[in-house]
């Protein structure tokens, strides 16, 4: 029976594939024996992983067979530009603004948005050239798989599946804080259960965020569509509130909240730049959304391009608002713009900005939960997780067993992990992904394989080389308290001249629909700006970063390396075996 339904997976219930063959059927996975054997070849295994690469008509024709049912194509660019605001626009302004201000940068909070503005816009460049070339649901993975290779996509997914966890996380606890700041304003963590024998950080648990995701990410499970409208609805009138926000904060404000304008110092505006980038995060949900998307090679430049450039701005005017509605001391960490509508006296404000940032909190649930599913499919759909999470529903059309994994596990990260702890790690992971889509994007234009000549391969990865070399001097410098300008200027000529070099280079592809302008320069900006901002997030961000890197690590080397290298090998061989029927034939 366990053969037959082998044979004929689509023959069966989506909800009975609960065998052992559902979750690992992969040859290393058959018996004890086989999976003793597999790691004893584990080095050349790896080997065979880091070398290779994957390609455009791999990841668009047969990984997608792997969920066995179609995702529903759906979306026009209206529902991209909305999904791109409703993703964004409350994932960060009300949930990180208030900390990053109060504790870094005050007033100069406005300058921390829009540097972060500028390094995710050129981050959205980079994503647009991919989506409209790919349109798949893997959005960077499988940007990574295709011109990087193996291991570096997966150390990314890692990150991807951690970025979604950690961001879903976040928004359910900022939730239930705005939620409490209704009721009261002095406490609140007030409807929180405090453990007095759990460490701090990790001691107040919230279940009132385990239950907005669990119905955000049931909404979401219901279908594309749907979700999309709802979104797009929600965004519209949220949009108003967010004017009155602004108006309000400048007819209202006192601009004598602005002085000190960098009471931390330039340092303490990157800092928040770094961690405000999370205020940006979710524009990448919408390249995930490239398979359901009508006509992905209209639709995604408008979505991306067009959401991101008006987002930044509306950002840089609400946190201006805020500076000057409020000292940057008396702004409260985690209801940061309901507390200061009734510090200048107006109560009953608070409550629609409480409302609305519910809403633009609740929207971004729901669209990170759709486009962190669809990550999560595309990489069961490669192996490096169970296949079982890449099946998508007949009826529905959506991924609901990758939104079941990120919803549980995002719902317990929630119930004990404060803001301040995911804020930072969630900032190392994002920006470290864009890094690595602006160094693939290069790779992409300067690299073919078995077309670029071995002379200007070299060429091209010492440029590459020189150029986060140069990137990486700045910010040790920077972070070293070195402010003579004499090094930077060093460096600064070093990237100048690396870019300079590999912009006299041959360029082996060209995109055929839409491309990024200014190759290499405004990939090479976008590497710099990220590695800075990576920078400046303090040795506590790198020590938990490690540490969730060599976890995944430890996965890839046990599972991960054998199940893609078993696909790999099957897939090499049934070509082979399809070419020789032919030339029988």
Known sequence: MEEEDQQNPQQRSYWSRWSKHDFFPEPTFQ??????????????????????RSSDSFELLQLPKQSE???KRCL???????????????????VITGEATRDYAGPSIVLSYAISGFSALLSVLCYTEFAVEIPVAGGSFSYLRIELGDFVAFIAAGNILLEALLGSAGLGRSWSSYFASMFRTDDTDFLRIRVKSLPDGFNLLDPIAVVVLLVANSIAM??????????????????FIIVFIIIVGFVRGNTANLTPFFPEGAEGCFKAAAIVFWSYTGFDMVANMAEEAKKPSRDIPVGLIGSMSLITVVYCLMALALSMMQKYTEIDRDAAYSVAFEAIGMDWAKYLVSICALKGMTTSLLVGSMGQARYTTQIARAHMIPPWFALVHPKTGTPIYATVLVTLVSAVVALFTSLDVLSSVFSFSTLCIFMFVAIALLVRRYYVKDATPRNDLVKFLICLFVIIGSSIGVTVLWNADKRGWIWYVVFGVIWLLGTLWMAFLPKHRLPKVWGVPLVPWLPALSIGINVFLIGSL?????????ICTAVMVAYYLLVGVHATYDVAHQSEQESKTEEGNQSAS
């Open 31 to 52: 018996n004890l024996s086989s999976y003793k054997d597999a790691l004893s070849h584990t080095p050349s295994r790896l080997k065979d992983r880091l070398l290779h």
């Open 69 to 71: 049912n179609r995702m």
């Open 76 to 94: 026009t660019w209206w529902d991209l530009v909305w999904l791109g605001f409703g993703s964004v626009v409350g994932s960060g302004i009300f």
């Open 222 to 239: 219901s279908g594309t569509r749907r979700t999309s409208v709802l979104n797009w609805i929600a965004s519209i009138a949220s949009a």
């Open 538 to 546: 303090g040795y506590v961000a790198f020590l938990r970063f490690l």
